[in-house]
T-cell receptor, first 112, second 116 residues
Framework: SQQGEEDPQALSIQEGENATMNCSYK?????LQWYRQNSGRGLVHLILIRSNEREKHSGRLRVTLDTSKKSSSLLITASRAADTASYFCATARNQAGTALIFGKGTTLSVSS | GAVVSQHPSWVICKSGTSVKIECRSLDFQATTMFWYRQFPKQSLMLMAT?????????EQGVEKDKFLINHASLTLSTLTVTSAHPEDSSFYICSASFPGDYNEQFFGPGTRLTVL
């Protein structure tokens, strides 16, 4: 079962622009994670934000979490062509040993 | 970081045959492993949770007799697709978590299954 939705489903931007993707979820969580997946490849873990955190940075990535709205956003600044990929949010519930539940993903296309 | 491998990375088989996919945690012991399936241009869908030494827990709609999961050791879980059909063609991804740590999971590179 999928936890939530990402929007937009697809995003096309030019190199140098910022890309913002949003994720909503339904149940209480322990943490929320963002992953990147290049076409036909495996997942790359980008960032994890815990439920008691509101914002986190990693390089050109900025993630926010609003537990009252059950939503998160991923901002990629100064995008590059190499950022072209699908991006998924995934949530982990407050229970040990439970799986991550993935959103539907946003397909990002960065053109040079 | 922790490394999870999958074998094979891709496999092509004929309808009616069975295919086994291995998921190994290379540098840590994983009491829990998870199997996901991903159809083209879609997200990852959880198929089952595999606990070492016990039966797997399957998600609703996943046939346990078709997708056999065995987690015989703390570093190995296997998924066997029995009597494969073309609609089973998909990308299968496993993940593993540290014992007692449910915050991070480590994903394998995936296995592309094509059933002719």
């Amino acid at each position: 079962s999928q936890q939530g939705e990402e929007d937009p489903q697809a995003l096309s931007i030019q190199e140098g622009e910022n890309a913002t993707m949003n994720c909503s979820y339904k149940t209480s969580i322990n943490n929320l994670q963002w992953y990147r997946q290049n076409s036909g490849r495996g997942l790359v873990h980008l960032i994890l934000i815990r439920s008691n955190e509101r914002e986190k940075h990693s390089g050109r990535l900025r993630v926010t979490l609003d537990t009252s709205k059950k939503s998160s956003s991923l901002l990629i600044t100064a995008s590059r062509a190499a950022d072209t990929a699908s991006y998924f949010c995934a949530t982990a519930r407050n229970q040990a040993g439970t799986a991550l539940i993935f959103g539907k993903g946003t397909t990002l296309s960065v053109s040079s | 970081g922790a490394v999870v491998s999958q074998h094979p990375s891709w496999v092509i088989c004929k309808s009616g045959t069975s295919v086994k996919i291995e998921c190994r945690s290379l540098d840590f012991q994983a009491t829990t492993m998870f199997w996901y399936r991903q159809f083209p241009k879609q997200s990852l869908m959880l198929m089952a949770t595999s606990n070492e030494g016990s039966k797997a827990t399957y998600e609703q709609g996943v046939e346990k007799d078709k997708f056999l999961i065995n987690h015989a050791s703390l570093t190995l879980s296997t998924l066997t697709v029995t009597s494969a059909h073309p609609e089973d063609s998909s990308f299968y991804i496993c993940s593993a978590s540290f014992p007692g740590d449910y915050n991070e999971q480590f994903f394998g590179p995936g296995t592309r299954l094509t059933v002719l």
